[in-house]
């Protein structure tokens, strides 16, 4: 346990999938330095308390995060119950970040609002107050004042739909938290981009799938895998290099592998698109190399043990628009672990000790609410691999549906290690 004076309040956004944001946010607490910190959940956030020094590590690393929405810090929290007292602190802090947001050159401001209560009735009368005090405030100002979220609460819209008022760039968000009888509130400071993320997802130079790997996805992986700066990261089954992309994004090394030579040469195009689009971005061609070959024999082309980290998105069976019979999935199933336990074995035996395996698992899912999918224990087994150990919040199977309606397969995300810690 870890003693640290907490001095600066944060709330963090979690994503569609609670668990994988939660665990996204386990690792970043662990990479600067403080895991076993008390926090609450409260609705779609959790409320947290850092030092300083964490704080400012802390907002750095989440553009490196995958699936944890927004954050920000909590300024200040009063009783409920005492209406001028609450009312006086919440104009305090809407007049302070006016006059901090707004200039000459910025004469409109969006201001955005997010109110967390379980009461409807308090919700309005907060909603209410805060938009009659900036709109007083904004005409004593002459200042041209938008609220967005007034019928909506941030948690009710997609990161899509929030992004696209670009409240980053050009306004606040004001966020309020009624949790038991304090009202919490303070401001969002971090934003995702996923406009950014749909963008560069279409963008790619070279798609073969009606899905690659999202880049959303891509990134959460990456980051679980705890591989730090120069670090160098294997993707067996890499595609189009969308995981290798997102891993030269944070400067860690690649090495791809795909038996498909359409693959190999989209993956190669699109990492030569990368590194020309990216050339201040240190010396991309150095940093990464493809292979054109079957990863159940890597050892044909890998010689040192040198990985530090294997992270995937394996071939996950046939394309499928409707679930196959239960005999046909567990003969799919079947077929896949053995290539999964074959890769593996190989890919280990390249891997530094007490490193990460971040790796998706597909499952089907039966209306009687059988799931069909290959034996992670089996695959840890045979490849002297640990599942890696459960915390109390953080489960590292995580679902994650791919999302698109004719598509049937889910995914499990499974972290293994080679090494008991
Ligand atoms: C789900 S896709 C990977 C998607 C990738 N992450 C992306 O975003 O483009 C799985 C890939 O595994 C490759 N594959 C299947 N069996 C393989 C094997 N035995 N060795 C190497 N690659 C294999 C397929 O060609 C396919 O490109």
């Not at 948690?155 to 004001?174: A, C, D, M, V």
């Not at 071939?315 to 799919?332: I, Q, V």
Request: with cysteine; glycine share 4%; proline share 3%.
């Amino acid at each position: 346990m870890i003693k640290m004076s907490s001095n600066y309040s944060i709330f963090v956004k979690l994503g569609s999938n609670k668990e994988l944001s939660k665990l996204e946010l386990s690792v970043l607490l662990k990479k600067i330095g403080v895991e076993n910190i008390a926090f609450t959940e409260w609705m779609d956030y959790i409320l947290l308390k850092l030092n300083r020094n964490s704080f400012t590590k802390f907002f750095k690393q989440l553009d490196k995060t995958g699936s944890i929405v927004k954050a920000g810090y909590i300024n200040s929290s009063v009783n409920i119950e005492k209406e001028d007292e609450w009312k006086l602190k919440i104009k305090d802090h809407l007049v302070m970040n006016i006059n901090k947001h707004s200039s000459d050159k910025n004469k409109q401001l969006k201001v955005a609002l997010d109110v967390q209560t379980k009461s409807l009735e308090l919700r309005n009368n907060i909603v209410e107050f805060i938009r009659t005090t900036i709109t007083n405030y904004s005409k004593d100002m002459k200042l041209l004042t938008k609220i967005l979220g007034i019928k909506k609460t941030y948690s009710q819209l997609t990161p899509y739909q929030f992004y696209k008022e670009n409240l980053h760039r050009r306004g606040f968000e004001i966020i309020c938290f009624v949790v038991k009888s304090k009202l919490i509130f303070g401001i969002t400071n971090w934003v995702t981009n996923p406009l950014l993320d749909i963008k560069q997802d279409e963008g790619r130079q070279t798609r073969l799938f009606t899905h690659g790997t999202s880049i959303k996805l891509s990134r959460t992986l990456v980051f679980l895998s705890e591989v730090s700066d120069e670090g160098l990261i294997l993707d067996p089954f890499c595609g189009t290099g969308t995981i290798l992309i997102e891993a030269l994004k944070q400067k860690i090394r690649t090495i791809g592998v795909d038996k498909d030579p359409k693959c190999f040469r989209a993956t190669k195009e699109n990492l030569n698109a990368f590194s020309l689009k990216y050339p201040a971005k240190a010396k991309m061609k150095d940093k990464w190399v493809v292979y054109s070959q079957d990863s159940r024999d890597l050892g044909k082309t890998l010689t040192d043990k040198n990985l530090d980290a294997i992270v995937t998105e394996p071939h996950l069976g046939p394309f499928l628009k409707d679930l196959p019979s239960k005999e046909e999935a567990r003969e799919t199933m079947k077929s896949l672990e053995k290539l999964y336990i074959k890769v593996l074995q190989e890919g280990s035996s390249f891997l530094k000790n007490n490193r990460k395996i971040v790796f998706i698992i597909p499952v089907y899912r039966y209306p009687d609410g059988l799931e069909v999918n290959p034996n992670i224990e089996r695959i840890a087994n045979q490849c002297s691999l640990l599942i890696q150990e459960r915390s109390e919040f953080f489960h590292v199977s995580v679902p994650v549906q791919i999302g698109r309606k004719h598509n049937v397969i889910n995914r499990y995300l499974v972290i293994f290690t080679n090494h008991s810690s």
